[in-house]
């Protein structure tokens, strides 16, 4: 099983701040990492898959990035809407698996 | 518009068995490959179960396989989760969740759409 590990554990910054969120990868899962946010209460939404692609209707102020192992999540600005709870998760290979997520609070 | 509503969650005792479903509307159902993903309360997420577009092919993760039983009926858009010998460690959320296909038809393994979920407490 491939197990994601996400850094860190919470984030907490003012809307406005920029913020990038790391998932590493037990091994490799090319280019198959799909980024998630859920807020309370709510499903997960999907924001970034294949690493670096934006889902329909994703603000341009997320972007994701990496390969391998190694993969990143940037906000480029808060906003208010963004703190929230974000998980990674790789589609390489059954089972398929979530990082522990990175909460993102209010300062 | 896509909609999937999760139904049958509730409290049973551990033994116990329960059937969840998920009922689909706004897209294709039948060509679709669907998933469960369940969340402990406070916890993350943990996929649990995929069926391909058809039901005849079914992955399962290891936490559950032998005890849950996940099938689709197409003519209904419908699928399900039966869940036999539930465990305290099975309370959860758990979601339906519809597989990503790119623009060009590939069949991504993430997930686009998902339901409200249903709560699962297992406990006596």
């Known amino acids: 099983e491939i197990v994601l590990t996400q850094s860190p554990g919470t984030l907490s910054l003012s809307p406005g701040e920029g913020i990038t969120l790391s998932c590493r990868a037990s091994q490799s899962v090319y280019s198959n990492i799909a980024w998630y946010q859920q807020k309370p209460g709510q499903a997960p939404r999907l924001l970034i898959y294949d690493a670096s692609n934006r889902a329909t209707g994703i603000p341009a102020r997320f972007s994701g990035g990496g390969s391998g192992t190694d993969f990143t999540l940037t906000i480029s600005s808060l906003e208010p809407e963004d703190f929230a709870v974000y998980y990674c998760?790789?589609?390489?290979?059954?089972?398929?698996?979530f990082g522990g997520g990175t909460k993102v609070e209010i300062k | 518009e896509v909609q999937l509503v999760e139904s049958g969650g509730g409290l049973v005792q551990p033994g116990e068995s329960l059937r969840l479903s998920c009922a689909a509307s706004g897209f294709t159902f039948s060509s679709y490959e669907m998933n469960w993903v369940r969340q402990a309360p406070g916890k993350g997420l943990e996929w649990i179960s995929n069926s391909s577009s058809s039901g005849s092919s079914i992955y399962y993760a290891d936490s559950v396989k032998g005890r849950f039983t996940t099938s689709r009926d197409n003519a209904k858009n419908s699928l399900y989760l039966q869940m036999n010998s539930l465990r305290a460690e099975d309370t959860a959320v758990y979601y339906c969740?519809?597989?990503?296909?790119?623009?060009?038809?590939?069949?991504?393994?993430?997930?686009?759409?998902w339901g409200q979920g249903t709560l699962v407490t297992v406990s006596s």
């Open positions: 998760q790789q589609g390489n290979r059954w089972p398929l698996t």
């Open positions: 969740a519809r597989t990503y296909y790119s623009a060009s038809g590939s069949r991504l393994l993430y997930f686009d759409h």
